[in-house]
């Protein structure tokens, strides 16, 4: 149900019928809502494609993209969200549809006009992921005091882990510290540089990969041979059909 805000000719919030009433940026907006009947067009199949493997990035990693967008969509009736949504279907998918997936090299967090991080690299030390950059050789440099934001992203669980305000862009190191259970995970990681009074930002920069070949089973020695152990669920299967021929073999005559 619609509900009327500011009178008759002030726009209502909520649903009625087909018809969706919301507030964006202090305009009301109505958009119809339902589904076609038509059939996917290639190219609209293509663009859904898209949008979710855009979106399995940019959804966990709401905060930063919020944070790392603002600034672009300031004066529009844009939000954070769908910008970056627009700006990297655009410029960092890869492939043709069927087969489209993520250039993470060219992923954007933020955009902006402040310089970016200059050839950043990431280590690893347990849960501790330790960002290095190269800094400005001018000890009076006006961007010394541009904070870092930090975004770490797991692909194959697709979660994020991002510091929002971090180490100032003169210590050209800064850490940011990961849940246990992401240790051998996967990780995309992107710095950006944001003005310590939140009035310009840098574009992101893709800082570089971790875990990108996970290791494989230990293998078992067996005499003088090296085997490869089976696979949990076979080892469990076969286990079971040990365990069920016992059980049906006849007893002692």
């Not at 293509?46 to 672009?72: D, Q």
């Not at 971090?166 to 944001?194: L, S």
């Amino acid at each position: 149900m619609g509900h009327l805000r500011n009178g008759l000719f002030g726009g209502f919030h909520g649903k009625i019928g087909n018809l969706v009433g919301y507030t964006l940026k202090g305009k009301y907006v109505i958009r119809t809502i339902g589904r076609t009947e038509k059939p996917l067009t290639p190219a609209r199949k293509a663009n859904c494609e898209k949008m979710k493997v855009v979106n399995e990035i940019l959804k966990p990693s709401i905060h930063a993209i919020r944070a790392g967008f603002r600034l672009a969509v300031v004066g529009t009736d844009k939000n954070e969200y769908n910008e970056a949504v627009s700006y990297n279907k655009k410029n960092a998918i890869q492939g043709v549809y069927p087969n489209i997936s993520l250039d993470y090299s060219k992923v954007l967090m933020s955009i902006g006009k402040l310089p970016v991080a200059v050839n950043p690299s990431i280590s690893q030390n347990g849960t501790e992921i330790t960002f290095n950059w190269e800094i400005s050789a001018s000890p009076a440099s006006e961007y010394h005091t541009d904070r870092t934001m930090l975004v770490i992203y797991f692909p194959d669980i697709k979660e994020t882990c991002c510091q929002l305000i971090g180490a100032k862009r003169v210590d050209g190191k800064d850490v940011i510290v990961i849940g246990p259970e992401h240790v051998n995970q996967r990780m995309e990681a992107y710095i950006t540089f944001i003005k310590d009074n939140g009035k310009q930002i840098s574009d992101s920069v893709h800082a570089g990969s971790l875990n990108t070949n996970p290791p494989a089973p230990a293998r078992i020695k067996k005499g003088e041979k090296t085997i490869d152990p089976l696979p949990a669920q076979i080892q469990k299967t076969a286990a079971l059909l040990v365990i069920d021929s016992k059980l049906k073999a006849p007893g002692p005559g």
